[in-house]
């Protein structure tokens, strides 16, 4: 797993799982997200609008009132102004279901937009944000699923299944690796689901 500048830790579900929680205390600097800031008590800096933040963290709050983006949105916009693009997510998922999927769609406008180089870390897997032609690294029976972002080809080498220019989500869910790499090959932006242990 690549190195990262920064993590970016959410309200959601705080990871359990070690592969989250390793890059979480390898962090060279840490964003808590408003109220997340109890699970991680050292975090370097607190962004949010501060109605979760408990009092004894308010040195380190970064207030920001705008209700126009989450606060997953706002720590992503100070971590670019302090130079860091290589950013991992944790605690984005797991809690409601409506906040879940919305999270994992900004991973994809913080790369297409912002030129985010992110990682979604859940308990489960992680979701990274491609455009182009890419080798992945896996190991064989890692479910693997890929979701189009407007794709007009789309091809798969390495997967159980032939990937193609999906228009649906569930359309690319349930794949498999079938080796120690895969590659994908496209003409736009996708999202590349791995999970951390094999079927």
């Not at 109220?35 to 008590?41: D, I, K, S």
């Not at 979701?127 to 890692?142: E, L």
């Amino acid at each position: 797993m690549k190195e990262f500048d920064v993590v970016i830790v959410a309200n959601g579900l705080f990871p359990t799982h070690e592969s989250p929680l390793a890059i979480l205390h390898n962090a060279p600097f840490v964003v808590a997200c408003d109220g997340a800031v109890r699970h991680v008590p050292d975090a370097d800096v607190v962004i949010g609008d501060g109605d979760s933040v408990p009092v004894a963290f308010h040195d380190r709050l970064v207030q920001i009132d705008e209700q126009v983006d989450n606060d997953l949105t706002k720590a992503t916009r100070y971590c670019l102004k302090r130079g860091f693009r290589h950013i991992a997510y944790v605690g984005c998922t797991g809690l409601r279901e409506d906040h879940t999927l919305g999270n994992i769609s900004l991973l994809m406008r913080y790369f297409r937009e912002f030129q985010v180089e992110g990682v979604m870390f859940t308990d489960n897997g992680f979701f990274t944000p491609v455009k182009g032609n890419h080798v992945f690294c896996s190991f064989p029976r890692q479910q693997v699923s890929v979701f189009n972002a407007g794709c007009t080809t789309l091809t798969s080498k390495g997967l159980r299944w032939q990937c193609y220019p999906m228009q649906e989500l569930w359309q690319g869910t349930l794949n498999e690796a079938l080796g120690d790499t895969f590659s994908i090959e496209a003409n736009g932006c996708y999202l590349v689901y791995q999970t951390y242990l094999p079927k």
